[in-house]
C-alpha cells in the first residue's frame, strides 16, 4: 500500500507496517494465533452487532461518554491557552484501559477463548482486564513485574478481589517488559483457548491497530464534545504516553485536520540526559524490534533492551507503539517529555486548582501543559487527555515528598 | 540460493545419514557463563559427539525461551557477551574445527543493531553456516531470510505444532540447512512431547520437504534424545545442557573447575543415547 500523504489514518498495510514500524516478529507458534487475531476482528469490525454490543457496554458499565471539562482555575493560573481535560479517569477502573479491555474481550468471546492473559505495569490495564473477565466469567492470569508487584501493592489487592491470579515476572529486570515476556511465554504454552488482552497500541499486528481502535472512542468524543462546547476543532491535543493507547485514542480521530496540533509526553524520568534515567523510546532511543514489532526503543550499542526509569509505574516501558514511531519521523505529532519532578509538580497544581488527583501517568501530559499554554493566546482551545486517576499514585507520591503514611 | 553456502551443513547431513544414524545437535550460550569457559565448551563439543553446534547469541528478553536459557543468556551479558565477542567465538572455534556445522540461535535485535549487511559478512566470514531467529517469522522473510540467503548463509526455521498445512508450505519455502521442529507449543525446556506424536509431525514435513528435520524442545535425558533419534534426522539439546552449566557455578556465579568436564560428559552420554538408538 502506497502511504498517501493525503491521509495519517491510512495505516497499517496489510501486513501490519506502519512505514517502516510495526509488523508481526513473533515465533512461529504464534504466527497462526495473530492470523487467526487479525481475521476475527476484521469480521467483528465489518459486524454492527459487535458494535452495538461494545457501544452498551461502554454506556452502561464503563460509563461512556465521560466528560469535556473546562478547567477554569487552571486556564486561569496559567493564564494562557483555554484549557479542557478529558475525563477517562471517570471511566469505571479509573482510567482508559478499559476502553480497549471491554472491545477485546468481546472480541475473545466471540472467538469462544476460554481463558484471559494480560501484562500489565502499574496494574491498571491488569485491574481493567481483571474486571471485564470477572464480567464475562473467564478466568484470568495477569503477569506484573516483580518489582511492580512491589511499588503497586493496591492495584494487585484489587486484581486479586476481581479473582484474578497474579503471576511474577521474575526474570530480566522484573517489569513491564518482562511482564510482557511472561505474557508471551504464556501464549506460546497455551495456544488453544487462550486470549491475550494486550494493554497499549504495540505487540505485533494486529494489536497496535485494534487497541487503538478500540480506545479512538476518546477522540471521537472529543470532536462533538468541543463541536458542542466551542463550535469548532480544539487547537491541541496533549496526552502522556508509556505505550502510547490513550494518546492514539485521542490523536488518531484528528489526524486529518491539519489545524489540530498534537504532543505527545514521555516520561523523562531523572532527565534524558542520565543514562537509563528515563523512558522516553522516542525522544531517547533509537529504531529496534521488540515484542512483536519495530518500533523505538530504549537499548544500548549491541541491541541489549534498557528497561529505563519513570515514577510512573505504566510509563517505564522500553517501547512505544509503532504507529507514534512512524508519527514522529512523518512529523505529524511532535514529541516531547516531563520529568520525574515536572511531573509530581503537575499532580500537585491539578489537585489544588481543580480537586482533581490525576495519575502519574497523565501528570506528564500536564506538566507539557503547563509550559506550553502561558505561551498561547487566551482563544487556543488545548485538550489534555486526563486518562488516569491518581488514588493508586498517593503512596509514591508521599513517598516523593518526604511524608509517612 | 545467490551465494553457494558453506556446504558444511548438507556434507554433515550426507555422513549421517551413510552412517545410519541420526545426529546431535547442541545449544550453548555464547559468553556463558564466560567468554573463555564457553570457548572451552564449544570446542570441547564436536569431539564429545555433538554432531551440529547451535550457539546462542544473548539476548535480555528472550520470550520463546524458558527459565534455563534466560538465565545463560542473562549470565552471559554480565559478564560482558555482545555481538562481536560472540562472533570471535565462532571464529576461535572454526580455526580449530572446519567441519562441525555452527548455527547462531537467537532474537533479531541484536543483529538489527548490528546491521544486517554487517552482521552478514562478518558471521560468514567467522565460520557461522546458518541462522535460527525466532522471532522472523517468513512474513518478515524480507528482514534477514532472504539477506541471508543471498549472502550463502543457512536460514533455518522453527516449525510447531500450530503450523498447519495450510500455513507449512510458506514456512519452508525459504527454509534451508534443515528444518528444526518445535515438538511442543511452549517455551524451552518445558514439557516434552510423546515419540507418537513427534513421529506424526516429522512424517508431515517430510511430505513436504527432503531437508534434514531436527527435533527439539524438551529433550531432556539420553534416552529421550535416543527416542527421538529414531524418529528424526537429528535431535537438539539445549536447555538440559545450560542446566550443566547452572549447576557448576559456585556461590559468586564463577565457573568451577568441574564446570566444562561436566557439560561435556553430559554431551558424551547424550551423544551415545543418540548413536545406540538406531543400533
Not at chain 1, 486526563?386 to 516523593?400: M, S
Amino acid at each position: 500500500m502506497t502511504q498517501a500523504l493525503n491521509t495519517f489514518r491510512g495505516g497499517p498495510d496489510e501486513h501490519g507496517h506502519f512505514g517502516m514500524f510495526g509488523g508481526r516478529y513473533v515465533a512461529e507458534t504464534l504466527m497462526p494465533l495473530i492470523l487467526e487475531l487479525e481475521e476475527a476482528y476484521d469480521a467483528a469490525k465489518a459486524d454492527p452487532e459487535f458494535h452495538a454490543e461494545l457501544r452498551h457496554y461502554l454506556t452502561h458499565y464503563v460509563g461512556r461518554p465521560s466528560p469535556l471539562y473546562l478547567a477554569e482555575r487552571l486556564t486561569a493560573e496559567l493564564g494562557g491557552a483555554k484549557i479542557y481535560f478529558k475525563r477517562d479517569e471517570l471511566n469505571h477502573t479509573g482510567a482508559h484501559k478499559i476502553n480497549n479491555c471491554m472491545g477485546q474481550i468481546l472480541l475473545a468471546k466471540r472467538m469462544g477463548k476460554k481463558r484471559i492473559i494480560a501484562e500489565t505495569g502499574a496494574g491498571q490495564h491488569g485491574v481493567a482486564t481483571a474486571t471485564v473477565a470477572a464480567l464475562f466469567g473467564l478466568p484470568c492470569t495477569i503477569y506484573m513485574g516483580e518489582v511492580d508487584i512491589e511499588r503497586q501493592a493496591p492495584n494487585v489487592f484489587r486484581m486479586k478481589l476481581l479473582g484474578a491470579e497474579v503471576k511474577p515476572a521474575k526474570s530480566g529486570s522484573r517489569t513491564l517488559k518482562d511482564a510482557m515476556n511472561e505474557a508471551l511465554r504464556d501464549w506460546v504454552t497455551n495456544v488453544e483457548d487462550t486470549f491475550y488482552i494486550i494493554g497499549t497500541v504495540a505487540g505485533p499486528h494486529p494489536y497496535p491497530t485494534l487497541v487503538r481502535d478500540f480506545q479512538c472512542v476518546i477522540g471521537e468524543e472529543v470532536r462533538q464534545q468541543m463541536q458542542e462546547a466551542e463550535g469548532r476543532l480544539p487547537d491541541l491535543l496533549v496526552a502522556a504516553i508509556g505505550g502510547g493507547s490513550n494518546a492514539m485514542g485521542l490523536f488518531h480521530p484528528f489526524l486529518d485536520d491539519p489545524t489540530v496540533k498534537m504532543l505527545a509526553v514521555e516520561a523523562g524520568g531523572h532527565g534524558l540526559d542520565v543514562p537509563n534515567g528515563h523512558a522516553a523510546s522516542l525522544t531517547g532511543g533509537r529504531p529496534g524490534v521488540l515484542h512483536g514489532n519495530r518500533t523505538y526503543l530504549l537499548q544500548d550499542d549491541d541491541g541489549q533492551i534498557i528497561e529505563g526509569h519513570s515514577i510512573s509505574a505504566g510509563l517505564d516501558y522500553p517501547g512505544i507503539g509503532p504507529e507514534h514511531a512512524w508519527l514522529k519521523d512523518v512529523g505529524r505529532v511532535e514529541y516531547t517529555s516531563a520529568t520525574d519532578k515536572e511531573a509530581l509538580e503537575a499532580f500537585q497544581l491539578c489537585a489544588r486548582t481543580e480537586g482533581i488527583l490525576p495519575a502519574l501517568e497523565p501528570s506528564h501530559a500536564l506538566a507539557a501543559v503547563r509550559k506550553v499554554a502561558p505561551t498561547l493566546p487566551k482563544d487556543t482551545l488545548v485538550v489534555m487527555n486526563l486518562c488516569g486517576r491518581g488514588d493508586k499514585d498517593i503512596f509514591t507520591v508521599a513517598k516523593h515528598l518526604g511524608v509517612q503514611m | 540460493m545467490s551465494t553457494q553456502d558453506s556446504g558444511r551443513i548438507a556434507a554433515r547431513f550426507a555422513a549421517l545419514k551413510a552412517e545410519g544414524r541420526a545426529g546431535l545437535v547442541t545449544f550453548v550460550m555464547a559468553g556463558d557463563p564466560d567468554h573463555n569457559t564457553a570457548l572451552a565448551i564449544l570446542k570441547g563439543l564436536p569431539g564429545a559427539g555433538a554432531d551440529l553446534v547451535e550457539l546462542g547469541m544473548p539476548f535480555t528478553d528472550p520470550m520463546a525461551d524458558g527459565p534455563a536459557i534466560q538465565a545463560a543468556g542473562l549470565r552471559a551479558l554480565g559478564s560482558g557477551a555482545r555481538m562481536t565477542r560472540t562472533l570471535e567465538l565462532v571464529r576461535a572455534f572454526r580455526a580449530g574445527d572446519q567441519a562441525t556445522p555452527l548455527v547462531l540461535m537467537g532474537y533479531y535485535n541484536p543483529i538489527y543493531s548490528y546491521g544486517v549487511e554487517r552482521f552478514l559478512t562478518d558471521a560468514r566470514e567467522a565460520g557461522v553456516d546458518g541462522l535460527i531467529v525466532v522471532d522472523l517469522p517468513p512474513e518478515e522473510d524480507q528482514e534477514l531470510c532472504l539477506p541471508a540467503l543471498a549472502a550463502g548463509v543457512n536460514f533455518i526455521r522453527l516449525t510447531t505444532p500450530t503450523t498447519d498445512d495450510k500455513r507449512l508450505p510458506a514456512v519452508l519455502a525459504n527454509t534451508s540447512g534443515f528444518v528444526y521442529y518445535v515438538s511442543i507449543t511452549g517455551i524451552t525446556g518445558a514439557g516434552s512431547a510423546t515419540a507418537e506424536a513427534i513421529q506424526a509431525a516429522v512424517d508431515r514435513l517430510r511430505r513436504h520437504t527432503d531437508l534434514p528435520v531436527a527435533v527439539g524442545f524438551g529433550i531432556n535425558t539420553p534416552e529421550q534424545a535416543a527416542a527421538v533419534s529414531r524418529i528424526a534426522d537429528a535431535a537438539v539439546v539445549g536447555s538440559a545442557i545450560v542446566r550443566h552449566v547452572e549447576q557448576n557455578l559456585d556461590a559468586s556465579g564463577r565457573p568451577t573447575a568441574a564446570l566444562v568436564p561436566s557439560v561435556l560428559s553430559y554431551v558424551r552420554a547424550l551423544a551415545d543415547g543418540v548413536r545406540q538408538a538406531r543400533g
